[in-house]
């Protein structure tokens, strides 16, 4: 007996897994495949995935239909963190007989050697990889080979369709409310949506779990008001929402602490010890890199939300005043910044703009030159759309 295994945390569960799982379903000829939900990933001990219950039901919605498919809870009901090599043993026990085949994509088999009794575990069973966009087919060949070759492990490269997927994606999809029709299996999604999980709430604390009530409350408004402004101009949602939930993400972390991220990516060195100024610039850098986030109207929104710059996209001026006029705020001429923001785009921007160099100005500080740019630039053009007119 052919016995296929696919385990997982499945936070949630999406269609590039199901296509893996029938591909070496079909090409390998196997009798059964279990999914195995994990419990607790060992490599991602401290994150906070869905919980067991939402994530099982989600796999039952799944796989009610597929073919030789069976759901296994042995990692969920056993305690501690849910290591591979005892769920094969246990298989094993079950299975004495059958031949085992695990199956996995080829991001996680190239880190085979860090899992926990990797070198018992490479022997233990035939290894199925599934490959996805981009990865580079020589140099994946030599690390088969050297695998085989150190371990004796016997390893399948299946021929499957290519798909540009994850779960980590999906949940930000899902987040910011951007269209995941072709990503999830239709039962799943509905499911997600009627129990209300993947929220802008959820992924905020999952990225951001130091955040205080204060500081949480305060990018849920932001991203509700960056939503309500992106309909109002004509601004993309999602990205309007992406760049919302992220631009805060280093806001309360020390001066030090930003200073060494500011080295670490090569940042202007100006903004060291400057860390008001500085978070959005960290924050771009690391979620371009760490979220994989590669828009850059988004990108530069989430780094001028603090200090604007001059020829501002429609994006970067959304996000920048929605920081601003979000409810909790409550400086003096908040209420007419908040009416002229859905009004005027440009004069928004540039009230609010014209608010903080007098600010600072009063309060001593230096003024960052970004903002003067863009208050100049803005000037000239209300004075040149007003002419026109």
Known sequence: MKIGIFGGTFDPIHNGHMALVKTARDQLFLDKVLFIPNKVQPFKAGKKPASVSHRLNMLKLA????????????????????????TLEHVKEIYDTGEIYFILGID?????????????LLSACTFVIGARP??????????????????????????????????SEIRLRLATMADTKD????????????????????YLNRIAPQ????????????????????????????????????HDLFRGCTSSEIDEIILEKDLPKEYMGKPYLAHGKVA???????????????????????????????????????????????FEGV????????????????????????????????????????RDFLCNRIKEKKNGE
């Open 63 to 86: 796989t009610e239909d597929f073919e030789k498919g069976e759901i296994s809870t042995f990692e969920i009901e056993r305690e501690g963190l849910s290591y591979t090599y005892y």
């Open 108 to 120: 996680s088999f190239l880190g085979i050697e860090k899992w926990w009794n990797s070198e018992k």
């Open 134 to 167: 981009g990865y580079d087919e020589k140099n994946f060949g030599e690390f088969t080979d050297y695998i085989s070759l150190k371990y004796g492990t016997g390893i399948i490269v299946l021929n499957n369709k290519l798909f540009d997927i994850s779960s």
């Open 183 to 202: 990503l999830l299996p239709k039962k799943v999604a509905e499911y997600i949506y009627s129990n209300n999980l993947y929220t802008g709430e959820d």
């Open 211 to 246: 955040f205080s009530e204060q500081r949480k409350g305060h990018v849920l408004n932001t991203m509700e008001v960056a939503l309500k402004l992106a309909k109002r101009y004509g601004a993309d949602p999602h990205k309007a929402l992406t760049a919302a939930l992220f």
């Open 284 to 330: 771009s850098a690391v979620i371009e890199d760490t979220y994989h986030i590669a828009d850059k109207d988004v990108l530069n929104a989430v780094s001028f939300h603090t200090t604007g710059r001059a020829n501002m996209t429609a994006l970067e001026k959304i996000i920048f005043l929605a920081d601003l006029i979000e409810p909790s705020r409550s």
């Open 335 to 374: 209420e007419r910044l908040r009416e002229k923001a859905f009004v005027d785009l440009d004069e928004a921007v540039l009230m609010a703009l014209e608010n903080n160099i007098d600010f600072i100005k009063e309060k001593g500080l230096e003024i960052d030159e970004d903002s003067i740019r863009a």
